[in-house]
Nanobody
Framework: QVQVVESGGGLVQAGGSLRLSCTVS????????MGWFRQAPGTPGKEREF???????????YYADSVKGRFTISRDNSKNTLYLQMNTLRPEDTAIYYC???????????????????WGQGTQVTVSS
């Protein structure tokens, strides 16, 4: 059973930074396409919003327009860990952030939650104005 565990969330003032981490169990992390999604408060019925993704072999990265230039996704395959460096945070970035792993190494449909096979429980990020 693959386990996905996020950490690093918290409360930060607007303009500040946070780094989220995500560890994935198992020996095939390097082949997984990995992504970050988020869900804003009060939107339980809404689909999770794509934030960023990184392919497994090529390490090609993808970003939502709303975070491009502020967030950076990276991975350390030796540690089975995915990162999301978030800079210049805004109140509208407040959400639960989810890490997800996909068996599709190339992440053809990187922005669709249904493309991912394993999900973490999420970590809360709150940005105060």
């Amino acid at each position: 059973q693959v386990q996905v565990v996020e950490s690093g969330g918290g409360l930060v003032q607007a303009g500040g930074s946070l780094r989220l981490s995500c560890t994935v169990s198992g020996r095939t992390f390097s082949t997984y396409g990995m992504g970050w999604f988020r869900q804003a408060p009060g939107t339980p019925g809404k689909e999770r919003e794509f934030v960023a993704a990184i392919a497994g072999i090529s390490r090609t990265t993808y970003y939502a327009d709303s975070v491009k230039g502020r967030f950076t996704i990276s991975r350390d395959n030796s540690k089975n860990t995915l990162y999301l460096q978030m800079n210049t945070l805004r109140p509208e970035d407040t959400a639960i952030y989810y890490c997800a792993a996909s068996r599709d190494t190339g992440l053809y449909y990187f922005g669709l939650p249904g493309s991912y096979d394993y999900w973490g429980q999420g970590t809360q990020v709150t940005v105060s104005s």
